[in-house]
Nanobody
Framework: QVHLVESGGGSVQAGGSLRLSCAASGYTDSDICITWFRQAPGKEREAVAG????????YYHTSVKGRFTISQDNAKNTLSLQMNSLKPEDTAMYYC???????????????WGQGTQVTVSS
């Protein structure tokens, strides 16, 4: 069982920055895919950025490329999402999700965090 806890959400003006963190626990000696998703009211959930902790390609949604960056802290089992140049359209509930499979193989993520709200005002 993998337990995920997100932190770092908040409110910021357009152009500002926030850093989200996803702390994962409950798995040892194995790698997992961790992906950040977001869902705005009235919109479908979308994958924002993700990485397999064992290495490989990092995925970024086209709308966040060049603005968002994933970083990994293996000692703390944490995957962070640095969000710069935030836009009002980035406003959403952000969730991290994890699965034991490599990210390219995941159809439905097995584990989800509780979410953290990001609000960007214009």
């Amino acid at each position: 069982q993998v337990h995920l806890v997100e932190s770092g959400g908040g409110s910021v003006q357009a152009g500002g920055s926030l850093r989200l963190s996803c702390a994962a626990s409950g798995y040892t000696d194995s790698d997992i895919c961790i992906t950040w998703f977001r869902q705005a009211p009235g919109k479908e959930r979308e994958a924002v950025a993700g990485r397999y902790t064992g290495g490989g390609t990092t995925y970024y949604h086209t709308s966040v490329k060049g603005r968002f960056t994933i970083s990994q802290d293996n000692a703390k089992n944490t995957l962070s999402l640095q969000m710069n140049s935030l836009k009002p359209e980035d406003t959403a509930m952000y969730y991290c999700a994890a699965d034991p499979l490599e990210c390219e193989l995941v159809l439905e993520y097995k584990y989800w965090g509780q979410g953290t709200q990001v609000t960007v005002s214009s």
